[in-house]
């Protein structure tokens, strides 16, 4: 049994910070208890945060992270099957190397929990999964796999089969592919005699809404071909970065489908990004929940805290930032029963910051992640 006494917790629940301390056995919280109700209690190890800011693990649900090595060049990017655009049995988790310095940088800086998988240069990238960012073996990091189906919307596609005169290099093109892999994927399901196909057992679980699509969207008109798609076949979907959705929001706003925001921190790198501000993301923010993403690489994922400071600084509100990065990313994999807030029953993933988190650039003083504490 261990406690971490002390500990002001920011609970988005209730909107209010809380000093409370935190029982936990075997990297489950078992109680959130008073100073006085732990009293009677024994333990084999006691941790003060001493009156400081307490958070549950950060989440970014749309990473790239293990899968492009840092400083590596060629020989570290994996993250990409450049020359099929039609990719869906790609596995994340064979590309994924958790060796890579990233994973460290990440975990010291709060982030416990990850969506990782394939980029956006092909229509359908191939399958994401949710994974810890502790730990040396990937199969043992697995949270949730596979997770989602990545498809990609847009310039990224355009451009990489265009260098190839190949299809697709229009929009049309992209979704004429998706839209034929898709029926295909149906006519396979049907058939009882069907012989092996990679690609289309790949896509089962899209078309029997077991995983959802992830959409690499940054365009208004892209972000409503993604919807108009996933409509048609009933599908399951994120809306991820959402980079200029301000343009159609009135459109989108009763829309189901999540919204995965960012990156924003940098430069536009390209013209579809011309949305791209935090004012954006706070603007979003007062009328959908939605989650905020480094896209790391893109931006290094250690500096998701900073990414939620300056959305709050351009107007956020502060709870429904700390959402943003915990228990939406959480809802959006659906692995909130066990991650995403500070409650008896989930796992230990505890955050002690130095100072306020998000307000100004902070950094933990210690973390534990499922109980186990983490030297930063």
């Known amino acids: 049994m261990k406690l971490l006494k002390n500990a002001l917790i920011m609970d988005y629940k209730t909107k209010s910070y809380k000093l409370s301390n935190i029982y936990y056995e075997n990297g489950i919280i078992q109680k959130i208890l008073s100073e006085k109700e732990i009293e009677d ?17 950060l989440i970014d649900a749309h990473t790239h992270l293990g899968m492009k090595g840092d400083s590596q060049g060629f020989e570290g990017i994996d993250h990409n099957e450049k020359n099929d655009p039609i990719t869906p049995n790609m596995r994340a988790i064979d590309g994924i190397n958790p060796q890579d310095i990233t994973f460290v940088e990440a975990l010291q800086a709060g982030i416990t929990v990850v969506g990782s998988g394939p980029g956006s240069t ?3 990238g191939g399958q994401y999964s949710c994974i810890k960012t502790h730990g040396t073996s990937v199969d043992k990091m697995i949270i949730k796999f596979p997770l989602a189906m990545k498809v990609a919307f847009g310039e990224n596609p355009k451009k990489n089969y265009n260098s190839k005169s ?10 004429a592919l998706l839209r034929e892999t898709i029926e295909k994927t149906f006519e396979y399901r049907n058939n009882h005699n069907r012989k092996y196909d990679a690609k289309l057992e790949a896509m089962l679980p899209v078309i029997n809404r077991e995983i959802p699509l992830k959409a690499h969207v940054h365009r208004g008109d892209d972000i409503l071909t993604a919807i108009r798609i996933a409509k048609e076949f009933n599908l399951d979907m994120t809306l991820d970065h959402c980079t200029c959705i301000t343009d159609i929001l009135d459109d989108v706003l009763n829309e ?3 919204l995965i925001m960012g990156p924003s921190l940098g430069a536009r790198g390209k013209i579809e990004l011309k949305g791209k501000s935090f004012k954006n993301v706070a ?3 007062e009328k959908r929940d939605i989650c905020i993403t480094t896209d790391a690489p893109v931006i290094p994922l250690e500096y998701l805290p900073i990414c939620v400071g300056l959305a709050i600084e351009n107007g956020m509100d502060e709870w429904k930032a700390l959402e943003a990065v915990t228990i939406n990313g959480a809802k959006v994999m659906k692995i909130d029963e066990k991650y995403g807030s500070l409650e008896e029953g989930k796992v230990a993933d505890i955050v002690v910051w130095k100072r306020k988190p998000f307000v100004s650039v902070t950094s933990p003083k210690f973390v534990i992640a499922e109980g186990r504490n983490i030297e930063v």
């Open 41 to 57: 209690l024994e333990y084999e190890e006691v941790i003060d945060a001493e009156g400081l800011y307490v958070t549950s693990g």
């Open 122 to 124: 092909n229509v359908i």
């Open 166 to 175: 190949k299809t697709p290099i229009t929009r049309m093109g992209i979704a």
């Open 256 to 258: 189901k489908y999540p």
């Open 283 to 285: 603007l979003v923010s």
